[in-house]
């Protein structure tokens, strides 16, 4: 069964700072993932979509890369500022059992001005 | 502007009473989706539909119900058989289904049990 893990569960910069959130998965069977923005008491808001043929995308400041084989994604955030607070969660779209998309937990990020 | 909505944005059920949430969507989507979000976990599906007439479980659809007649609209009953319904609830839609496609999300209802 799919699992998707994001570590740390909360994490905390100051402005200004480029930040690394990390998404693993265990099983690489996977044909798509995604990363949503959801602010707090808010929906979500897709933030990149990497298709499992492609290594990454970006979009602005933030960059998400994808590694299949070790189960692994991060999305990169330049120069982070006090409007990127929120929580980042990864989603795979998996295989088993029909198409399903699997959702972590998430990270929930402050930037300090 | 095309987009999601779900409406109420909050609501109050005492125990034993079923109640309504209501989602609609104009971005002519086939596929729409219930999720059900709990504090410091990930999204769990309750239900989903590919197609008007259509639907299917999720992993959690005990104690939940759902209809699609319009395209547009997929209403979420949580029935009195749910043991614990209080959570936010979020609506999403794709153009496809499966998750194949990047979803979109409406605003949630925080559904909160007295």
Known sequence: ?113 | DGGITQSPKYLFRKEGQNVTLSCEQNLNHDAMYWYRQDPGQGLRLIYYSQIVNDFQKGDIAEGYSVSREKKESFPLTVTSAQKNPTAFYLCASSMTSGGRDTQYFGPGTRLTVL
Do not use: H, M
């Open chain 1, 1 to 113: 069964k799919q699992e998707v893990t994001q570590i740390p569960a909360a994490l905390s910069v100051p402005e200004g700072e480029n930040l690394v959130l990390n998404c693993s998965f265990t099983d690489s069977a996977i044909y798509n993932l995604q990363w949503f923005r959801q602010d707090p008491g808010k929906g979500l808001t897709s933030l990149l979509l990497i298709q499992s043929s492609q290594r990454e995308q970006t979009s602005g400041r933030l960059n998400a890369s994808l590694d299949k084989s070790s189960g692994r994604s991060t999305l990169y955030i330049a120069a982070s500022q006090s409007g990127d607070s929120a929580t980042y969660l990864c989603a795979v779209g998996d295989y088993t059992g029909g198409f399903k998309t699997i959702f972590g937990a998430g990270t929930r990020l402050f930037v300090k001005a």
